[in-house]
Each structure stands twice: as C-alpha cells, then as structure tokens.
C-alpha cells in the first residue's frame, strides 16, 4: 500500500520554516500543511500557547520521558490515520515541536538520540523527506529575529526559558538562558539531521536569495515526493 507522501520542515525560530510549508502548499495542490501554530496539529503534544507551540509549561504536565513517549504516540496515531497517497507538510516537525521540548525538559542527550531513533523507526514506512534550515551562527539569529518580531516576542521567549528545567539546572536566567540554550539546541540539530536516515535537503538557514532557496526546496520535494504542482 501507499503510504502518505511527508514533507517536514525544520530549523530555528526565524528560519523561514512557515514561509516554506505554506509556499509548498500552494505549489502542490492538494498537500495538507500544518503549521507549528496550529491547534488541530496531529502531532503536538498538547495546544499551542499565545506565541505558538512553545510549550513554556509543558514541565508542569510532561517530565522529558512522559513526553517522549506522548509524541511518539502522537506520531503512531496520525501515521495510522492518514490517508493513503495524501501530501503532508509539517513546519517545525520533527525537531522544533519535540526534540526542542525535550532540551527545554532537560533530557539526556542519550534520551534525545535513543528518541530520535524510535522516531525513524515509526516513520520508516512512510520515508518523509526533511528540508532542514541549518543555521551557522545562531546567537546572531535569534538577535536578528528578536529585533524583526519585538519587545513582546522577546520578553515572552526570556519569560519562557526562564522557567524551563534546562535553565534552572544551569542556574541561566534572563536572555543568557536564552541564547546559551538556542546554541545548544542548534549543534543538536545539526547532528540529529546528520544522522536523519531518510531524504535530506539542507539549505542556509538566512541566505542571500529567499527565491532561490525556494525555488530548490520547491524542486527537490517536488522530485523525491512526488508532489505535483
């Protein structure tokens, strides 16, 4: 049987993630495109919050391996709902919605990994491709991004890693939390999309041309899912 055709799309907060999902979606007619803000999103582990699926609560529900298993479960109870042959894009998935809430949860990078493998393991069936928006310099980034969205994004994002249990565990408060947590997670990501079994497409995070970089995501997907336009 024919599974369903995935497309996920990944990177840091300001990467052009829900820009790219939408842009496939009118491309492709057809696709199902979920972004990160959705409440109905199949995959989330519990609703969105006024800035997105931040989750700055989550650790008063979910410890790291609680929601491990959660998002899994998540995962086996959309891929066993979905229509065979539909086109999925997913913004901020796998990484950002999951991987993000499990640093924020103060999880082994061991947990991390040992996650990232059972992820795969669930996904292998229907073999999504990944277009991962690398970043090289994060800390300048998220400044970029800071001045781009304004003082409320900012002091909700210094409120939020204020409370996360990788913060505390670190005595980090304040933008310091903030930004030594976003250069941690990005060298994690980096190699989770290292060791992403499946197709890759890995594109600069913030580059010179926007509509190049559309352009190529557009054709690559287009060529290993095929979507059609």
Do not use: C
């Not at 907060?13 to 491309?27: D, F, N, Q, Y």
């Not at 103060?106 to 970043?135: G, V």
């Amino acid at each position: 049987m024919q599974g369903p055709r995935i497309v996920f799309i990944d990177g840091l907060p300001g990467s052009g993630k829900s820009t790219a999902a939408i842009e496939v979606g009118r491309r492709f007619s057809g696709s199902r495109v979920f972004l990160e803000s959705e409440p109905n999103h199949p995959l989330l582990v519990g609703v969105p919050d006024e800035q997105g699926a931040a989750f700055a609560d989550i650790h008063e529900v979910h410890s790291a391996q609680s929601f491990a298993v959660a998002a899994l479960q998540k995962l086996e109870g959309f891929l066993n709902a979905a229509q065979q042959g539909a086109q999925y894009v997913f913004e901020s998935h796998p990484m950002q919605s999951t991987v993000r809430v499990l640093v924020q949860l103060d999880a082994p990078e061991t947990m991390i990994m040992k996650f990232w493998s059972d992820l795969q393991d669930r996904l292998k069936l229907a073999k999504p491709r990944l277009l991962y928006f690398r970043e090289n310099d994060p800390r300048q980034a998220l400044e970029d991004i800071m001045r781009k969205r304004g003082p409320t994004w900012e002091n909700y994002m210094v409120q939020a890693f204020s409370r996360y249990p990788w913060s505390k565990a670190r005595n980090l408060s304040g933008s310091e939390a903030v930004f030594a947590a976003i250069e941690e997670y990005s060298g994690l990501m980096d190699r989770l999309a290292e060791s992403w079994r499946f197709p890759l497409l890995m594109l600069t995070a913030r580059p010179q041309d926007y509509q190049q970089r559309t352009n190529a995501l557009i054709e690559w997907a287009g060529k290993l899912s095929g979507l059609r336009e």
